[in-house]
């Protein structure tokens, strides 16, 4: 499979990769998958809490501004336009911000009737954030988390969500969950807090790899 990523808030492709290697590993192991890795190009400060992870000279970097719906609204433009010249892509994987951008696109995509079937096959979502309503947005230009009791199954194709039982955004993690199609979605929680399991987060790794694998089993199965 051919897997778009997303990285967290403030951060870069490079931070992505290293946060991602060793499930990237446990995936191809066996199996052929590609990685295609995209930047966003909003210029951010670097969190304090990256550390070692990066230094000052990088660029840090999100996918739109949060406060901004206008800002919000392009990402999901440009994404889109990515996705049409660069594509197809046959899952996505998001940290944070990113996943956020992510599921915000595949419940934009299904609520606005622009897509018949879902741009991805499967997505493998670590901590999200949420999903903004982009109608809500056109119509008002409030940014606001989408209603989930109006919007069940908004993300109707096969879904992994992973966050941390310390992550202060917990909660919106768990939200997303609610979108998704209960028959089609698998939920892991680990022992950390906003991060993905990997080398600080070993013994995560193994369920969440298995869970990934059964969800791509997953999506591979409906495709056919």
Same mark, same amino acid.
């Given at each position: 499979m051919r897997f778009l990523c997303l990285h967290? #808030?403030?951060?870069?492709?490079? +931070? #992505?990769?290293?946060?991602?290697?060793?499930?990237r590993y446990e995936l191809t192991n066996h199996d052929e998958h590609s990685f295609e890795f995209v930047q966003g190009?909003?210029? &951010?400060?670097?969190?304090?809490?990256?550390?070692?992870? $990066?230094?000052?000279?990088?660029?840090? #970097? *999100? =996918? =739109? !501004?949060?406060? $901004?719906?206008?800002s919000a609204l392009a990402a999901l433009d440009q994404l889109d336009a990515f996705i049409r010249s660069h594509g197809p892509f046959d899952g996505v994987i998001g940290f944070s911000h990113g996943a956020q951008l992510a599921a915000s696109y595949i419940v934009h995509k299904k609520l606005e009737g622009l897509a018949s079937v879902s741009p991805f096959k499967c997505a493998i979502l670590f901590s999200p954030l949420g999903v903004y309503d982009s109608k809500e947005?056109?119509?008002? *230009?409030?940014?606001?988390?989408?209603? +989930?009791? !109006?919007?069940?199954?908004? +993300? !109707?194709?096969?879904t992994l969500l992973v966050w941390g +039982?310390?992550?202060?955004?917990?909660?919106?993690?768990?939200?997303?969950?609610?979108?998704?199609?209960?028959?089609?979605? =698998?939920? #892991? &929680?680990?022992?950390?807090?906003?991060?993905?399991? *990997?080398?600080?987060?070993?013994?995560?790794?193994?369920?969440?790899?298995?869970?990934?694998?059964?969800?791509i089993i997953s999506a591979c199965t409906e495709a056919v």
């Open positions: 967290g #808030f403030g951060t870069n492709n490079q +931070i #992505f990769k290293m946060q991602t290697t060793a499930l190009v909003f210029p &951010v400060s670097k969190p304090a809490e990256l550390g070692s992870l $990066s230094d000052f000279e990088e660029g840090h #970097f *999100g =996918y =739109y !501004d949060p406060e $901004s719906p206008s947005w056109l119509a008002s *230009g409030l940014v606001q988390k989408l209603d +989930i009791k !109006d919007n069940g199954c908004a +993300i !109707d194709i096969p +039982i310390t992550d202060p955004w917990k909660e919106e993690a768990h939200g997303v969950s609610l979108l998704c199609n209960p028959q089609t979605t =698998y939920t #892991f &929680v680990h022992s950390g807090g906003h991060e993905i399991p *990997g080398i600080g987060l070993n013994e995560a790794l193994g369920p969440v790899t298995k869970l990934a694998k059964r969800c």
